[in-house]
């Protein structure tokens, strides 16, 4: 991108401390605290679909009211592209840990609307609205937290370990996932079918809200970057959009890249719950315990695969990991629902984490090195997002949907190996921007 005029930043507080005056994972763990939070609250939404259905979009049929509630789920998402700009703008223009402290905020506003909302029972339609507005708030302040979590770690690391630092952005996002599935399955087996639907479902929601104070005085001791401090110039929200409008193309990869990523993401954590349940007919439990090995698997693996990518360079591992999707996401399906077991979806499901774990990897570092560090979390951040919120958010609803149409239980598989060619395709199409990257 080509590096535009800008205004001068506001001065920095001088009491503000640097981030490389702190040990490594002590800025890791600060920083990824908030991106924990918004995760956490995102992959409880997903497991208690089917409690949220009949809670606040009774229909008469299962099938409709879950697909209201997983399309819900997914509206999240379109707020993420806002939320990109916006305060990846922000973030840009005012600081790293500015931003970061105001993402959280709005994460935390989104999740306690969805705790305390009567149902539609008791309210009726104000109920699923403001549910609605609980997601679209929390899908704007995830449109950044990704971006800016992702830039803060490559702005701290030194250059050789950036795979290793940003890697950890993903696995935090992982550990989100194994407490959240084990909050869930603690909930899901103490309490039974009525009590769940009554109010056990909110358990997970509130336990999210009670975390936020803590999580804000963690993130109060983040430090603002070596790399934001030194830059004299900071482009406002009018001169990004410019930069970015011009430079639509690299975008435009970045996010045919980062599809691959979000679809598998999504498919083997929020949608494995729902799947394991309806469609293999396995209990919620063993679903549950299924998502908390994936979880745990992807966050020992993440950051291996990105400081593997830090020895070899970032693309033979994002070839790597496409390839093996792209050939492997269906039949592996098939084989699961031809004979569903607890022990089958286990398998299939390390497998698939294993391979997004080698492309989330050394992808997130990518993205960072493409995009320029004056509009670096705006880039990033837009790219990642809508990736996210047109494929990869609404893939529990693209695969319910899909299962719906063709009564094949394995067509999830194919809209993971569809998501891994489009990567493909676009890193191979990548041109002189990838190049960039680290090889």
């Not at 806002?82 to 994460?107: E, F, P, Q, S, W």
């Not at 705006?378 to 529990?396: D, K, M, N, Q, R």
């Not at 067509?411 to 041109?431: E, F, K, N, Q």
Request: glycine residues 10%; positive net charge; contains cysteine.
């Amino acid at each position: 991108m080509t590096q535009a005029s800008a205004a001068n930043p506001p001065p920095a507080t001088p009491a503000a401390p640097r981030a490389s005056t702190r040990s490594a994972f002590t800025s890791i763990f600060i920083v990824s605290s908030g991106n924990f939070l918004e995760m956490f609250d995102f992959m409880v939404f997903g497991y208690y679909a089917t409690y949220i259905a009949k809670a606040f979009f009774p229909t008469g049929s299962a099938f409709a009211s879950l697909m209201l509630t997983l399309m819900t789920f997914g509206a999240g998402f379109l707020m993420r592209p806002v939320g990109a700009l916006v305060l990846g703008a922000y973030i840009d223009n005012h600081g790293r840990r500015k931003g970061l402290l105001l993402t959280l905020g709005l994460m935390a506003s989104g999740t306690l609307a969805i705790a305390i909302t009567p149902t539609y029972a008791q309210i009726g339609l104000a109920a699923p609205i403001i549910i609605l507005v609980g997601r679209l708030v929390q899908g704007l302040s995830a449109g950044v937290e990704v971006g800016g979590v992702s830039v803060y770690l490559n702005e701290i690391a030194p250059p050789h370990r950036r795979g290793f630092f940003c890697a950890w952005q993903s696995a935090s996002q992982q550990a989100a996932v194994v407490f959240a599935a084990l909050i869930g399955l603690l909930v899901s087996t103490s309490l039974d079918a009525a009590t769940m639907q009554a109010w056990g479902w909110r358990v997970p929601f509130v336990i999210g809200c009670i975390m936020v104070p803590f999580l804000f005085v963690i993130r109060r001791h983040m430090e603002e970057t070596e790399a934001f401090l030194n830059r004299k110039e900071h482009p406002q929200l009018n001169q990004i959009v410019g930069i970015v409008a011009a430079n639509w193309g690299l975008v435009l990869k970045g996010t045919l890249m980062a599809v691959m990523t979000t679809v598998f993401f999504y498919m083997i954590t929020a949608y494995t719950p729902t799947f394991g349940s309806k469609e293999l007919a396995l209990s919620s439990g063993e679903s549950l315990f299924v998502t908390a090995c994936v979880g745990l698997a992807n966050f020992t693996l993440l950051p291996v695969m990105g400081a593997l990518s830090d020895k070899v360079g970032r693309k033979p591992l994002l070839i790597t990991a496409t390839v093996l999707g792209g050939l492997l996401a269906y039949p592996l399906m098939s084989w699961l629902v031809a004979a569903p077991s607890f022990g089958r979806l286990l398998a299939v499901e390390l497998l698939l984490a294993a391979i997004y774990a080698t492309y989330n990897g050394a992808f997130i570092v990518f993205l960072t090195e493409i995009i320029p560090a004056h509009v670096r979390t705006v880039g990033f951040s837009l790219a990642y997002s809508l990736a996210t919120a047109i494929f990869g958010g609404f893939t529990p609803a693209i695969s319910t949907a899909l299962i719906g149409a063709t009564g094949d239980k394995a067509v999830p598989g194919a809209w993971c190996a569809a998501a891994a060619l489009l990567s493909l395709l676009a890193l191979v199409i990548g041109g002189k921007h990838a190049a960039r990257a680290k090889d």
